[in-house]
């Protein structure tokens, strides 16, 4: 999972098989959660959003996670491709406090 | 459409000086942002602005300034450069505050000597 500090978590994958990313949140009055991909390089990349009504939402490959009970937030995404490998950090917002909290980013390396 | 743009795509300025950074969005969102990303942490939203002659401090604003005269445009204005302003800053717009759909520009590296 995600955590502050100068080194990001890594998770190394065989291309083809299922990645499983995680993120610890913080406010439990958080009203969405987004995934967030950034390329070397590059500016981070909206990949999907989940309301907090809800626990589990479908994308393209990927699926997101929410479990409130335990305050936790999960990307899966179906046969990683290399084209996968980035850093993928998770967000909180809450529109009624007006808070957006981003989170360090766990960094994905797809074996081919 | 090109998205959200951002210049300079790089920049080094000397402690006490002044610089805008340029963004702009072609896609009439009407939420735009300003973030910075440091090392070891994640993003950190400096300003943000909900819609035309609209903005708001975010989390960490101090030694920036923006405005938003067009729905289009929204630059940031670095008052008098600090090293702890060395950065990498994204630029970010939405068509909602819950930042759905969000896009960011490519960024500007700025290191301040």
């Known amino acids: 999972g995600e955590s502050v500090g100068l080194h990001l978590p890594t998770l190394s994958v065989q291309e083809g098989d299922n990645s499983i990313i995680n993120c610890a949140y913080s406010?439990?009055?958080?009203?969405?959660f987004i995934w967030y991909k950034q390329e070397s390089g590059k500016g981070p990349q909206f990949i999907i959003d989940?309301?907090?009504?809800?626990d589990k939402r479908q994308g393209q490959r990927v699926t997101v996670l929410l479990n409130k009970t335990v305050k936790h937030l999960s990307l899966q995404i179906a046969a990683t491709q290399p084209g996968d490998s980035a850093v993928y950090f998770c967000?909180?917002?809450?529109?009624?406090?007006?808070?957006?909290?981003f989170g360090t980013g766990t960094s994905l390396t797809v074996i081919p | 459409n090109a998205g959200v743009t951002q210049t300079p795509k790089f920049q080094v300025l000397k402690t006490g000086q002044s610089m805008t950074l340029q963004c702009a969005q072609d896609?009439?969102?009407?939420?735009m942002s300003w973030y910075r990303q440091d090392p070891g942490m994640g993003l950190r939203l400096i300003h943000y602005s909900v819609g035309a002659g609209i903005t708001d401090q975010g989390e960490v604003p101090n030694g920036y300034n923006v405005s938003r005269s067009t729905t289009e445009d929204f630059p940031l204005r670095l008052l008098s450069a600090a090293p702890s302003q060395t950065s990498v800053y994204f630029c970010a717009s939405s068509y909602d505050r819950a930042l759905r759909g969000q896009y960011f520009g490519p960024g500007t590296r700025l290191t301040v000597t």
């Open positions: 967000a909180e917002i809450s529109l009624t406090g007006n808070q957006f909290y």
């Open positions: 406010n439990s009055a958080s009203d969405y």
């Open positions: 896609m009439n969102h009407e939420y």
């Open positions: 989940i309301r907090s009504n809800m």
